[in-house]
C-alpha cells in the first residue's frame, strides 16, 4: 500500500480506474448467472408444466424404480364422499368447462376404490381395506406411454408381482404425471391380473396422498394446480 501512496496522481487516478473495473467484473458476472440460473429455472418450470399437462417427447421418458413411490398412502376417496373436496370441485369448475356438481360425478367414478391404504417399502406393496390387507412382491415390468383422446399423453410404470399373498394383484401400474426418476407427492394406481387391460383403463384411477396429509392439506394441494 505504501508503494501505491508514493506515486504520481495519474498512477492513483488510473489505478483507482483499473481497481474500479476489478471490482465491477464480479458483479457483472453475478448478474448474468443469476439471470442465467432465472432462465434456466424458468425453462425447468415450463417444461415440469408441459410434463404434468402430458406434452413430452419419447426421449424424455425414463426407467423408474418402486422408491419413487415408497411410504405410507391414502385414497382421497372418503374426501370426495364426505365433502371435503367439494372446494377443488368449485375450483376446477371456476377454470374447466363441467360445473361443480359434473366435476363431482366425473371424480366419483375416477377415485372409487375400497382400497383406502396403500404401504410400499422396498419392493413390497400392501393394499388395505375394512375386510383386511394383503401384500406383494413388485418387480418393475417397464413402462407403456398412452395417447388419450385429447392428444395428450401418459406414462404408465408397470409392476409385476413376484411373491406374496394370492390375494395381491399380479400387476400394478402407477400414473403420477412424471416421465424420470422422481419421488411422487400423489399418484393414481392400476391394479389387477391382466396387464394390458389395465392400459385400457382410463375412467377409474384411485389416487393417493400421503397418509400424514389433512382433508384440508390435500385440498391445497389439489387446487395449486
Not at 110 to 134: L, N, P
Not at 192 to 205: C, F, H, I, Q, S
Request: with cysteine.
Amino acid at each position: 500500500m505504501r508503494t501505491v501512496l508514493t506515486k504520481p496522481i495519474c498512477a492513483l487516478a488510473a489505478g483507482a480506474v483499473f481497481l474500479f473495473a476489478l471490482q465491477a467484473q464480479p458483479q457483472s458476472s453475478e448478474k448474468a448467472d443469476k439471470a442465467s440460473s432465472h432462465n434456466h429455472s424458468h425453462a425447468e418450470k415450463h417444461g415440469a408444466d408441459d410434463i404434468y399437462k402430458g406434452i413430452f417427447k419419447d426421449s424424455q421418458i425414463e426407467s423408474r424404480t418402486l422408491s419413487d413411490w415408497a411410504g405410507d398412502w391414502q385414497s382421497v376417496y372418503p374426501y370426495l364422499q364426505d365433502g371435503t373436496l367439494d372446494p377443488v370441485m368449485e375450483h376446477k369448475a371456476a377454470h374447466g368447462k363441467k360445473t361443480a356438481q359434473e366435476y363431482h360425478a366425473y371424480y366419483m367414478t375416477g377415485y372409487q376404490t375400497k382400497v383406502d391404504r396403500i404401504v410400499i417399502k422396498d419392493d413390497s406393496v400392501t393394499f388395505s381395506e375394512k375386510e383386511g390387507s394383503v401384500a406383494g412382491k413388485y418387480l418393475s415390468d417397464g413402462y407403456e406411454i398412452l395417447t388419450y383422446k385429447s392428444g395428450n399423453r401418459g406414462v404408465r410404470y408397470i409392476f409385476k408381482k413376484a411373491g406374496g399373498d394370492e390375494g395381491a394383484p399380479d400387476f400394478i401400474q402407477f400414473s403420477d404425471h412424471r416421465i424420470a426418476p422422481e419421488a411422487a407427492d400423489h399418484y393414481h394406481l392400476y391394479w389387477g391380473d391382466d396387464r394390458a387391460a389395465l392400459l385400457k383403463e382410463v375412467t377409474n384411477w384411485p389416487t393417493y396422498y400421503p397418509s400424514a396429509l389433512s382433508g384440508e392439506e390435500i385440498v391445497k394441494e389439489m387446487t395449486a394446480h
